[in-house]
């Protein structure tokens, strides 16, 4: 009988790989997430430092987790950075490594983005439910009063700043629904809601944001390397309590 | 109330209850127990009972004195610049550079000092460095005086870069409200190309008092 192995998946493979992990009873590890508390700068030896923190952190996890097996999508539905990634990473680690291209189109729906969940545990769901071949729990939708474009942020602390009425749109929309490459999914935004567009620096991502940033009337655009830095959450308070609506956080709540 | 904007170089403080003018006080000054009721600035939450967001301070304060549907503000401080763009009343859009456009007025100031640079004597030179930070940009001065430029041309070339480069990061408006202390910089002002109404360095505790009466209304 075959030992449970650990697989890492980065970006969002089709979902018949998924499908097969899961019939495989094999446990999946996302490696764009911190999986570790280990410097960001180990990675240094193999990527730049200016350079996606995505894809240092999944350098950084692909390093010290043992894996049996990685799947990186490399396609139109995440970047040219992961292609090259993953050639690095065949290079330099040892381990069994397969690239995809996700064109997934069949819509598996979006009930966390609209939902009134607190905006960290929207992003929390959806980016574990990455790992699951089955749709999102049924959630009841919410009159929205900001959103947050964009992909899941590597320090996801920004997203406490938001209210819970935040709708979610961009990339992690397309995570949700599952079509990751679904280019007029990831474009869609609500113009009636302030809206903050983020990208993380050096992603081929923020020119998608600052241009949709500027077509939205009422838009901040952000982008953050590793760590949010206070400048990056003063914005976004201020962003949302000049719009009208009460910030979450308590960076500069009264003494 | 004693009302602080707590800047990297200089305080602003200004006491609601005292008929006096707003005064500027340099931060190394200020004694360990100083405490404002109500402040902004990078050092507001430690130094104060409440605290706003600079931008926030910076967007009230240029409504409040500058009270149209549609301006675009700068202020440009010791180690950041910061930009708010009303549109109908409404805060469009914003931004805050406090690594990019890093140590711009600090290193203004350092460099009128080292090299003994009176900036009201000095004229806006014709062309300027391209320069995104303070820090990075001194580069480009050791370089021209090397090649030949004078000191005091050279910093005139820096100063301009700067001026540009604050301008391009508020959105190369046509028109742009300046607020900071660099406002009384001539050669700072003249350098931008474009309109420029200087607001002078009290714009974000017009945003406090402005915070003070708002929040008084909703008690």
């Known amino acids: 009988m075959q030992m449970n192995r650990k697989i890492g998946i980065v970006g969002i493979p089709p979902l018949k790989t998924i499908q ?61 950075c ?52 089955v749709p999102s729990d049924p959630q009841d939708s919410c009159k929205p009063t900001a959103g947050f474009w964009g992909v899941p942020p590597r320090d996801f602390s920004i997203l406490s700043l938001f209210p ?7 990339w992690t929309r397309c995570m949700e629904n599952k079509t990751p490459a679904n280019l007029q999914l990831e474009t869609y935004c609500n ?58 956080g308590t960076f500069y709540a009264a003494g | 109330m004693l009302l602080a904007d707590f800047g990297t170089s200089y305080c602003k403080l200004l006491d609601t209850e005292l008929n006096e003018k707003a005064r500027i006080l340099p931060t190394r000054d200020l004694t360990q127990e100083f405490m404002a009721d109500l402040a902004t600035g990078h050092n507001a939450k430690r130094r104060s009972r409440q605290s706003i967001n600079e931008l926030t301070a910076l967007a009230r304060g240029g409504k409040r004195l500058i009270n149209k549907p549609d301006f675009v503000l700068l202020d440009c401080g010791s180690r950041d610049i910061k930009y708010v763009r009303y549109l109908n009343h409404g805060v469009a859009d914003m931004g805050w550079n406090a690594e990019c456009g890093a140590s711009m007025g600090f290193t ?17 030179p014709d062309t300027g460095f391209s320069i995104t930070c303070g820090v990075l940009g001194m580069s480009n001065i050791f370089d021209a005086v090397v090649s030949g430029i004078s000191e005091t041309e050279a910093v005139a070339k820096f100063v301009r870069g700067i001026a540009r480069n604050a301008w391009r990061f508020a959105g190369a408006p046509d028109k742009l409200y300046l607020s900071g202390g660099l406002c009384t910089n001539p050669l ?22 402005q915070h003070l009466e708002t929040d008084c209304r909703h008690m």
């Open chain 1, 20 to 80: 097969a992990i899961h019939d495989s009873r094999d446990t999946i590890i996302d490696l764009d997430e911190p999986q570790l508390q280990l410097p960001i700068d180990l990675t240094a030896k193999h990527l730049p430092r200016v350079y996606c923190a995505i894809l240092r952190t999944v350098v950084l996890n692909s390093m010290h987790l043992q894996l049996d097996h990685i799947y990186i999508d490399v396609g139109p539905g995440k970047c040219d």
């Open chain 2, 188 to 209: 700072f002002t003249g350098s931008f190309p474009c309109e420029i109404i200087p607001l002078g360095r009290f714009v974000l505790l017009e945003g406090l008092k």
């Open chain 1, 191 to 248: 113009p009636e809601i302030p809206t903050v567009f983020f990208a993380q620096s050096f992603c081929a991502k923020t020119a998608l944001a600052k241009h949709l940033a500027d077509l939205h009337p009422r838009a901040l655009y952000l982008d953050c390397d590793v760590t949010a830095g206070s400048s990056a959450r003063a914005k976004i308070e201020a962003f949302l309590e000049l719009s009208g609506v009460q910030p979450q």
């Open chain 2, 108 to 124: 203004i100031e350092l460099l009128s000092k080292y090299y003994d640079i009176d900036y009201a004597s000095v004229p806006v």
């Open chain 1, 82 to 133: 992961a292609l090259h990634v993953s050639r690095i990473l065949s290079d330099t680690l040892g381990v069994a490594i397969t690239t995809t291209r996700n064109q997934d189109m069949d819509d598996f729906g979006t009930p966390i983005c609209t939902s009134s969940l607190p905006l960290m545990d929207k992003l929390l769901r959806i980016t574990k439910g990455v790992q699951s071949p």
């Open chain 1, 164 to 170: 819970d009425t935040t709708h979610v749109y961009g």
